[in-house]
């Protein structure tokens, strides 16, 4: 029989519908249930794609007599993280205290008032190794909570205490200085891996923020080495098992250094943030390579990520009807099955198909050695063995199709869905695709029209509902995509709307003593201890791209009270972002911005006409990460109401004119773009 879970929204909670485990989503009446019955309860908290979670619900949450233990026992409340990252951040970072280490599927036990006194990951139903059994854990935590209660609520008190003064460090303002940029870029290179790429060993995550700023590195610095770093990394992603040889998209890490082995499971947060770094390594260097990962990376998330909403989805599951990976694994007579043995010869090799495989028997695709090499181990050029790839891999994917497809989480998530939008609006102008930004025009509409009242963001939306008021990184992830979106269309509504958005972060999630943002609104839920992000986790922190947004929206604008605030933010957490760039790359990427007297572009012409988009190519088609751009059309009389920048500018002798300021002092207009380019200090961009 289902049990509470079966009435939710979300497919990860309802994945856990038929487990014999009486689980409650969270609400108060759990905790009233927690009260009255004087028991001590067991957050759960995971989500769709964890191939973990699955897996620890296989062997213990559908396992009855482990089950009727926690119903004995415990108040049982499973959370989808995806829905609530709030409650997710607060009691991971609880078990961290408590630990040392994190990771999913969170199990937390807490007081019935929500306070945590113990925690940990996955366990296993028997003794394993380090592991203890979970029917051993429920136990004991069950009769310290019934034999050392004042030694439990003492813990879970100092912890809470633990908790709040985290929210608050004590950090030192600082002055910025571009120095500080210098030494957290000199502060990665220790972490930096030089055989394979990347940061650290494994198991091995992309690192797309400290990628870009690697790149703001290069053309800030004119440091080559950056470059290098960032070339490489992306390179060896692009040639890994990380990275879906066939279809596209990237898994979310690896469990070796090499970036061959994944976890398979794809999130829309990580693919969105890979094809804007891929975009911007293209412009920053015109390498190839790096538009064609950007391109089909951006077309995987077009066609299986999306919705006919015109929406994103949140996540493709790691594991099938078949177990973990099995869809995309090969055998080399797979191949042949499909391919044929000439073309099955060249396939096995290029993607290092081999008997003996290289995870569970099968072989995960990878590019085994540099295509030079094998284009001349099979007497092809090039661009011979380029197109021979690509019809082998179109026959791949319509042969894996058949196969029973991993589960897709098709939850709408504001903050992933503006990481999305951003990556298609400006590889669209940076692409020259225009396809990608109608993509995100569509995307952007469905979010104004589904999950924003005019008053407040929602956080998700599942099954034709919005759902929780929205975190500090929706409102702020969207900003920014806004104002991308903008600089790609020049429609004035989502610069309209981006205000709107900023307004109420300043109103809902400030810290008026720190100077810095919470997680959650003012008017939100009030947790055991109110969460502040500024570690990036995978997606931005939100004290990160807050401080991003503010920039870029107060330049364009020309409002200094978003540019005076972003800086206060900036200020507090300077010296901790320097030294910890690795946890930090967001705070970094905004302190650039700040530090980059960035160029404040307005364009005067019809985006329609050829010297006007002459002219917005040479902004658009180059690695010009602090500027913002603006342009109206010669009969609009609105968009200089809403963009100041555009105020008092006009056509030049009748032709479609640049106006370039920076640092409160602007050039004269200009009609060519040789002139453009040369104002901005930049070669003019391929055509």
């Given at each position: 029989m289902p049990n509470r879970l079966a009435n939710e929204k979300s497919l990860y909670l309802r994945q856990h519908a038929d487990n014999p485990v009486d689980w409650y989503p969270w609400c108060e009446e759990a905790f009233r249930v927690a009260r009255e019955q004087d028991k001590p309860i067991l957050l759960s908290i995971g989500y769709s794609s964890c191939?973990?979670?699955?897996?620890?619900?296989?062997?213990?949450?559908?396992?009855?007599?482990?089950?009727?233990?926690?119903?004995?026992?415990?108040?049982?409340?499973?959370?989808?993280?995806?829905?609530?990252?709030?409650?997710?951040?607060?009691?991971?970072?609880?078990?961290?205290?408590?630990?040392?280490?994190?990771?999913?599927?969170?199990?937390?036990?807490?007081?019935?008032?929500?306070?945590?006194?113990?925690?940990?990951?996955?366990?296993?139903?028997?003794?394993?190794?380090?592991?203890?059994?979970?029917?051993?854990?429920?136990?004991?935590?069950?009769?310290?909570?019934?034999?050392?209660?004042?030694?439990?609520?003492?813990?879970?008190?100092?912890?809470?205490?633990?908790?709040?003064?985290?929210?608050?460090?004590?950090?030192?303002?600082?002055?910025?200085?571009?120095?500080?940029?210098?030494?957290?870029?000199?502060?990665?290179?220790?972490?930096?891996?030089r055989e394979h790429g990347g940061f650290g060993t494994a198991p091995k995550f992309p690192s797309p923020l400290q990628l870009e700023f690697l790149l703001r590195t290069f053309r800030r610095a004119g440091a080559p080495r950056a470059l290098e770093m960032v070339l490489q990394t992306l390179t060896a992603m692009a040639r890994g098992g990380i990275h879906d040889q066939i279809g596209g998209g990237f898994h979310r890490y690896t469990v070796d250094e090499a970036w061959l082995v994944p976890h398979f499971e794809k999130m829309l947060y990580d693919n969105a943030l890979l094809a804007r770094v891929y975009t911007l390594a293209h412009l920053a260097s015109g390498n190839r390579l790096c538009r064609t990962i950007a391109e089909e990376t951006l077309v995987y998330i077009q066609r299986e990520m999306r919705g006919d909403h015109?929406?994103?989805?949140?996540?493709?599951?790691?594991?099938?009807?078949?177990?973990?990976?099995?869809?995309?694994?090969?055998?080399?007579?797979?191949?042949?099955?499909?391919?044929?043995?000439?073309?099955?010869?060249?396939?096995?090799?290029?993607?290092?198909?081999?008997?003996?495989?290289?995870?569970?028997?099968?072989?995960?695709?990878?590019?085994?050695?540099?295509?030079?090499?094998?284009?001349?181990?099979?007497?092809?050029?090039?661009?011979?063995?380029?197109?021979?790839?690509?019809?082998?891999?179109?026959?791949?994917?319509?042969?894996?199709?058949?196969?029973?497809?991993?589960?897709?989480?098709?939850?709408?998530?504001?903050?992933?869905?503006?990481?999305?939008?951003?990556?298609?609006?400006?590889?669209?102008?940076?692409?020259?695709?225009?396809?990608?930004?109608?993509?995100?025009?569509?995307?952007?509409?469905?979010?104004?029209?589904?999950?924003?009242?005019?008053?407040?963001?929602?956080?998700?939306?599942?099954?034709?509902?919005?759902?929780?008021?929205?975190?500090?990184?929706?409102?702020?992830?969207?900003?920014?995509?806004?104002?991308?979106?903008?600089?790609?269309?020049?429609?004035?509504?989502?610069?309209?709307?981006?205000?709107?958005?900023?307004?109420?972060?300043?109103?809902?999630?400030?810290?008026?003593?720190?100077?810095?943002?919470?997680?959650?609104?003012?008017?939100?839920e009030q947790l055991i201890v109110r969460p502040k992000t500024f570690i990036d986790q995978g997606t931005p922190s939100g004290n990160g791209a807050t401080a991003e947004a503010l920039l870029r929206l107060g330049t364009l604008l020309g409002e200094h009270r978003f540019i005076d605030q972003a800086r206060t933010l900036l200020e507090r957490y300077a010296q901790l972002a320097v030294e910890h760039p690795i946890a930090c790359g967001q705070l970094l990427l905004a302190m650039d911005f700040a530090l980059g007297q960035p160029f404040e572009v307005a364009i005067i012409g019809d985006p329609t006409q050829p010297e006007t988009r002459a002219l917005l190519r040479v902004v658009q088609a180059s690695y010009l990460p602090n500027r913002v751009l603006a342009l109206r059309r010669p009969e609009d009389e609105i968009a200089a109401s809403i963009v100041p920048l555009l105020a008092e500018r006009s056509l030049v002798d009748g032709h479609p004119a640049a106006y370039v300021c920076r640092n409160f002092a602007c050039q004269r207009p200009v009609t060519t773009p040789q002139e453009l380019a040369s104002q901005l200090g930049i070669a003019l961009p391929d055509s």
């Open positions: 191939h973990w979670c699955h897996v620890m619900e296989r062997e213990c949450f559908e396992n009855p007599e482990i089950a009727q233990l926690q119903n004995e026992l415990f108040v049982n409340i499973k959370v989808d993280r995806e829905e609530r990252p709030d409650l997710d951040e607060l009691y991971m970072n609880a078990l961290q205290a408590m630990t040392g280490s994190g990771g999913w599927p969170l199990n937390v036990f807490l007081t019935p008032d929500g306070k945590p006194f113990y925690g940990g990951t996955y366990f296993p139903p028997e003794d394993r190794g380090q592991l203890p059994a979970w029917p051993r854990v429920l136990l004991a935590v069950a009769q310290a909570y019934r034999e050392r209660r004042a030694d439990v609520e003492r813990a879970a008190e100092d912890l809470v205490s633990y908790l709040q003064q985290q929210s608050r460090p004590p950090l030192q303002a600082a002055p910025l200085r571009e120095q500080f940029l210098d030494e957290a870029a000199r502060n990665l290179v220790p972490h930096y891996d015109g929406a994103f989805f949140a996540a493709q599951d790691a594991d099938s009807e078949e177990g973990e990976g099995a869809f995309y694994l090969w055998t080399p007579e797979e191949i042949a099955a499909v391919l044929g043995n000439d073309d099955a010869g060249l396939a096995c090799r290029y993607f290092g198909v081999t008997p003996r495989g290289n995870f569970e028997g099968k072989s995960i695709l990878h590019v085994a050695e540099d295509p030079v090499t094998i284009a001349s181990e099979f007497g092809l050029s090039l661009d011979e063995l380029e197109q021979r790839i690509g019809s082998i891999r179109a026959r791949l994917y319509e042969a894996r199709d058949q196969r029973p497809h991993p589960a897709r989480d098709e939850k709408v998530i504001v903050a992933w869905n503006a990481l999305a939008i951003r990556a298609f609006a400006e590889a669209g102008t940076a692409l020259d695709r225009p396809d990608f930004v109608a993509l995100a025009e569509r995307a952007a509409t469905f979010l104004r029209d589904q999950l924003w009242d005019g008053k407040t963001l929602y956080h998700v939306w599942e099954e034709g509902e919005a759902r929780f008021p929205g975190f500090l990184d929706d409102y702020a992830d969207l900003v920014n995509a806004l104002v991308s979106l903008y600089e790609a269309t020049f429609d004035p509504f989502w610069i309209a709307w981006a205000r709107q958005l900023t307004e109420a972060i300043l109103a809902k999630f400030i810290d008026p003593v720190a100077g810095d943002f919470y997680d959650t609104a003012s008017d939100g």
